[in-house]
């Protein structure tokens, strides 16, 4: 009951070779959900300083005749 059965290798050989076989697969996966990872925190970043130039308040430029007054 314990025991692996030849059936059950059978299993784990087919599981091993589809996600090592090949040229680099499982490689080629991890280098794609890398560059999502880091495009996702790219875009977390790109909303974090548009939410911030948008509670910080700046002065409006003045024009040269109210500056001289």
């Known amino acids: 009951m314990g025991a692996m059965s030849w059936v059950h290798w059978v299993i784990v050989l087919a599981v091993v070779a ?7 697969k499982l490689s080629s996966i991890m ?8 495009a996702f925190k790219d875009g977390l970043k790109g909303e974090d300083e548009v939410a911030t130039e948008a509670t910080t308040a ?12």
Do not use: C, N, T
């Open 18 to 24: 589809l996600l090592f076989g090949g040229r680099g």
């Open 58 to 69: 700046k002065p409006l430029p003045r024009e040269k005749d109210e500056a001289r007054s």
């Open 31 to 38: 280098g794609d959900a890398a560059k999502g990872i880091r």
